[in-house]
């Protein structure tokens, strides 16, 4: 397997997936092996970032001391462009549809992606 | 073979001072009295979780405490499709001469035993321990994730929503057992305070103390003949974020089978106990099991279709949105309900035919799901 890349989980401003030689299969949730035909081996690559908004949901009421102190927060799930899905935060305008770019914010205690509608058109002329 | 011999279920809501065993334990004695049955016949015992007294052995904590000595025992874990799937293995080990008498039990204090902070906090941790819970989501946002793709992919609006909270409180209304007795109409529901956008207070069930048991057997034990006519299961995913395309989610996966080894349509069920844990929920699990078209279940229930009289009886003792949502009994109460309305004793609830039932169960974020059909035998 390749060196393994720090991202947001372990504290860095970065999205990290794996990437699967044999089969093509990409996954976000960091393995051993592939989940889709079980080779180990995988390449690790950062991510662009860029993505497109799957859904949304503003969390007004929180459960733990610091996560309440942050409501509302916008949960989002996003379909990166490299083809894996993410759970992150997001601004709270965004829609299902947007085109959208992270950023990474501090939230209860820790720093986490955060999505904000893009603002430049992307190669197949989305505006993002 | 296997036949739904007797079923107990306490009231949800506040049980001041009782604990999860004592919950249990009432469920159980409910549901023995209810089989004709003696303590010492009980020879299987399956049992759901406490997430207010966890504990690694809990089937044998209950059998001791109970008094059992059973020759089959151990607990199941799949989240709110735990009942159902107790029930799916009863049905086997019985079936294959494992055991002859099953008692499939669970309750638990979690209204007053602990902080509703903690049971949301507890529950949220079925999210990815890396990847999602350091984003502060709940239970309500995995749903409100959900519901907002739903709702973009076929139209579905808060309102339409807000038909299934109205509709359970309906029905909660005429069982004396249920956690809330005060009628709401969707204007109440469209104010109730926002939880997890699209979803609010109202379309989210409540937190509940509660016990609910049943016991299944090879042959009937009473003049009750209700036997599990097939079920099957469907496991797609674990966490939200890993979950498949709205139209290749469990349930339809699950409910093929059932049909398929049952040979039984949905033309031919009579009553439907639909797991209902957030108003989303059961308007995808209906429109997936196909009791409804795709986008049509919320018409439906304004038609009436749902309701006690109208043609297909749904969750006639008011859901987890309104009777009540201890964990794994709260689905288990669908159960319950399913069986007194197929022995003609719901009462002032008692729907004309209940002769087939489908039940569904649904477990994590429409992760884990559980379809069966029921039938009143002659």
């Given at each position: 397997?390749?060196?393994?890349?720090?991202?947001?989980?372990?504290?860095?401003?970065?999205i990290?997936?794996?990437?699967?030689?044999?089969?093509?299969?990409?996954?976000?949730?960091?393995?051993?092996?592939?989940?889709?035909?079980?080779?180990?081996?995988?390449?690790?690559?950062?991510?662009?970032?860029?993505g497109?908004?799957?859904?949304?949901?503003?969390?007004?009421?929180a459960?733990?001391?610091?996560?309440?102190?942050?409501?509302?927060?916008?949960?989002?799930?996003?379909?990166?462009?490299?083809?894996?899905?993410?759970?992150?935060?997001?601004?709270?305008?965004?829609?299902?549809?947007?085109?959208?770019?992270?950023?990474?914010?501090?939230?209860?205690?820790?720093?986490v992606?955060?999505?904000?509608k893009?603002?430049?058109?992307?190669?197949?002329?989305?505006?993002? | 073979?296997?036949?739904?011999?007797?079923?107990?279920?306490?009231?949800?809501?506040k049980?001041?001072?009782?604990?999860?065993?004592?919950?249990?334990?009432?469920?159980?004695?409910l549901?023995?009295?209810?089989?004709?049955?003696?303590?010492s016949?009980?020879?299987?015992?399956?049992?759901?979780?406490?997430?207010?007294?966890?504990?690694i052995?809990?089937a044998?904590?209950?059998?001791?405490?109970?008094?059992?000595?059973?020759?089959?025992?151990h607990?199941?874990?799949?989240?709110?499709?735990?009942?159902?799937?107790?029930?799916?293995?009863?049905?086997?080990?019985?079936?294959?001469?494992v055991?002859?008498?099953?008692?499939?039990?669970?309750?638990?204090?979690?209204?007053t035993?602990?902080?509703?902070?903690?049971?949301?906090?507890?529950?949220?941790?079925?999210?990815?321990?890396?990847?999602?819970?350091?984003?502060?989501?709940?239970?309500p946002?995995?749903?409100?994730?959900?519901?907002?793709?739903?709702?973009?992919?076929y139209?579905?609006?808060?309102?339409?929503?807000?038909?299934?909270?109205?509709?359970?409180r309906?029905?909660?209304?005429?069982h004396?057992?249920?956690?809330?007795?005060?009628?709401?109409?969707?204007?109440?529901?469209?104010?109730?305070?926002?939880?997890?956008?699209?979803?609010?207070?109202?379309?989210?069930?409540?937190?509940?103390?509660?016990?609910?048991?049943?016991?299944?057997?090879?042959?009937?034990?009473?003049?009750?003949?209700?036997r599990?006519?097939?079920?099957?299961?469907?496991?797609?995913?674990?966490h939200?974020?890993?979950?498949?395309?709205?139209d290749?989610?469990?349930?339809?996966?699950?409910?093929?089978?059932?049909?398929?080894?049952t040979?039984?349509?949905?033309?031919?069920?009579?009553?439907?106990?639909?797991?209902?844990?957030?108003?989303?929920?059961?308007?995808m699990?209906?429109e997936?099991?196909?009791?409804?078209?795709?986008?049509?279940?919320?018409?439906?229930?304004r038609?009436?279709?749902?309701?006690?009289?109208?043609?297909?009886?749904l969750?006639?003792?008011?859901?987890?949105?309104?009777?009540?949502?201890c964990?794994?009994?709260g689905?288990?109460?669908?159960?319950?309900e399913?069986?007194?309305?197929?022995?003609?004793?719901?009462?002032?609830?008692?729907?004309?035919?209940?002769s087939?039932?489908?039940?569904?169960?649904?477990?994590?974020?429409?992760?884990?799901?559980v379809?069966?059909?029921?039938?009143?035998?002659?």
């Amino acid at each position: 397997m390749s060196e393994k890349l720090a991202d947001w989980t372990m504290g860095e401003a970065a999205i990290v997936y794996q990437s699967c030689a044999a089969c093509g299969n990409r996954q976000y949730f960091r393995r051993g092996f592939c989940a889709s035909c079980g080779a180990t081996g995988l390449a690790e690559r950062r991510a662009s970032g860029e993505g497109t908004v799957y859904a949304t949901s503003l969390v007004c009421r929180a459960a733990t001391p610091e996560t309440k102190a942050h409501v509302p927060y916008n949960i989002v799930l996003v379909d990166a462009d490299e083809g894996f899905r993410m759970m992150a935060h997001g601004d709270s305008d965004l829609a299902i549809g947007d085109r959208v770019t992270a950023r990474f914010v501090p939230f209860a205690g820790r720093l986490v992606p955060c999505f904000a509608k893009a603002s430049q058109p992307d190669k197949t002329g989305r505006w993002r | 073979m296997s036949y739904i011999t007797g079923v107990g279920l306490t009231p949800f809501g506040k049980h001041e001072g009782s604990s999860s065993l004592d919950l249990m334990s009432q469920a159980a004695a409910l549901a023995l009295a209810d089989a004709g049955l003696a303590r010492s016949e009980i020879d299987g015992i399956l049992c759901g979780y406490s997430t207010v007294s966890p504990h690694i052995m809990l089937a044998t904590v209950f059998a001791e405490h109970f008094g059992i000595q059973p020759s089959y025992a151990h607990a199941v874990q799949v989240g709110g499709a735990t009942g159902l799937a107790m029930t799916m293995l009863a049905h086997t080990l019985v079936d294959a001469g494992v055991a002859r008498h099953v008692l499939v039990v669970a309750g638990e204090n979690r209204l007053t035993g602990q902080s509703r902070d903690a049971s949301i906090q507890a529950l949220a941790q079925v999210g990815h321990p890396d990847y999602e819970v350091p984003l502060g989501p709940t239970i309500p946002a995995y749903y409100g994730l959900v519901a907002s793709r739903y709702m973009h992919e076929y139209g579905l609006t808060q309102e339409d929503l807000a038909e299934f909270a109205v509709l359970m409180r309906r029905h909660a209304l005429m069982h004396p057992g249920a956690q809330f007795h005060e009628p709401i109409t969707v204007a109440d529901v469209m104010a109730s305070k926002p939880v997890a956008l699209p979803l609010k207070l109202l379309d989210c069930c409540p937190v509940s103390d509660g016990g609910a048991a049943f016991i299944i057997s090879r042959e009937p034990t009473t003049d009750a003949r209700v036997r599990i006519r097939g079920c099957a299961q469907a496991h797609t995913h674990q966490h939200v974020t890993a979950a498949p395309a709205l139209d290749k989610l469990g349930a339809e996966i699950a409910v093929a089978k059932v049909k398929a080894a049952t040979g039984i349509a949905i033309s031919d069920v009579r009553y439907a106990a639909v797991y209902d844990s957030f108003t989303i929920t059961l308007a995808m699990l209906l429109e997936d099991l196909g009791l409804a078209g795709r986008g049509e279940a919320a018409a439906r229930v304004r038609a009436g279709h749902f309701s006690r009289d109208g043609q297909m009886p749904l969750n006639t003792h008011g859901g987890l949105l309104s009777y009540g949502h201890c964990g794994v009994g709260g689905a288990m109460a669908h159960l319950v309900e399913t069986h007194l309305q197929m022995t003609g004793r719901a009462g002032e609830r008692q729907v004309r035919d209940a002769s087939l039932a489908l039940l569904h169960g649904d477990g994590g974020v429409l992760s884990s799901h559980v379809s069966m059909v029921l039938e009143r035998a002659r």
